[in-house]
């Protein structure tokens, strides 16, 4: 079935950075945007960017400019999130979506990978 | 880009309607048929409840419609059952891709 499997749990200190996997499988992996969601314990959801798996073309939101970058591998139909420069903040669940076309609504989403930023 | 208003929470009884509303700007909400909502039970991924607007995907009840009226999108949930209690977000496209709403929490009393 189509589903998202993202990279297990992951543990940094202050300044370190972290590269977080979604591993796509059951479609045609360069026919869908995926894009990358946050949520910090008990806040709402937050947008990060997101990548056209066909063209590696990616756009961030305008918070996260120079701390993340989003690379595929077309190979094994994985994307990757990776943030740098962490700080206790970034302290959140990470979530990979999929969605048809730039403009169009999440309909798959991964299971969450939890980060946590802490000395 | 700052976040789409929603109220905090909102509360029904069983077999009641309620109804969540998400307001945003010209530039996100009212600019653009893009706004979809998404559940939330505590520990798992958002799903996806309806998109453009007012299209409810395959496989989700009936029971959730969705609205827009100027910069304003509106969820509604009729027949209020116990496993609709969880958090819902709105979202809209952009011209900076995406934003969210604040979140709110629905509690079946």
């Known amino acids: 079935q189509v589903q998202l499997e993202q990279s297990g749990a992951e543990v940094k200190k202050p300044g370190a950075s972290v590269k977080v996997s979604c591993k796509a499988s059951g479609y045609t992996f360069t026919l869908y945007y995926v894009h990358w969601v946050r949520q910090a314990p008990g806040q709402g959801l937050e947008w990060m960017g997101l990548i056209d798996p066909s063209t590696s073309s990616t756009s961030y939101a305008q918070k996260f400019q120079g701390r993340v970058t989003m690379t595929r591998d077309t190979s094994t139909s994985t994307v990757y999130m990776e943030l740098s420069s962490l700080r206790s903040e970034d302290t959140a669940v990470y979530y990979c979506?999929?969605?048809?076309?730039?403009?169009?609504?999440?309909?798959?989403w991964g299971q969450g990978t939890m980060l946590t930023v802490s000395s | 880009q700052s976040a789409l208003t929603q109220p905090a929470s909102v509360s029904g009884s069983p077999g009641q309607s309620i109804t969540i509303s998400c307001t945003g700007t010209?530039?996100?909400?009212?600019?653009?048929?893009?706004v979809s909502w998404y559940q939330q039970h505590p520990g798992k991924a958002p799903k996806l409840m309806i998109d453009d607007v007012s299209n409810r995907p395959s496989g989700v009840s009936n029971r959730f419609s969705g609205s827009k009226s100027g910069n304003t999108a509106s969820l509604t949930i009729s027949g209020l059952q116990a496993e609709d209690e969880a958090d819902y977000y709105c979202s809209s496209y952009t011209s900076s891709f995406r934003v969210f709403g604040t979140g709110t929490k629905v509690t079946v009393l």
């Open positions: 010209s530039s996100d909400v009212g600019g653009y048929n893009y």
């Open positions: 979506a999929r969605a048809r076309v730039l403009r169009s609504a999440f309909d798959i």
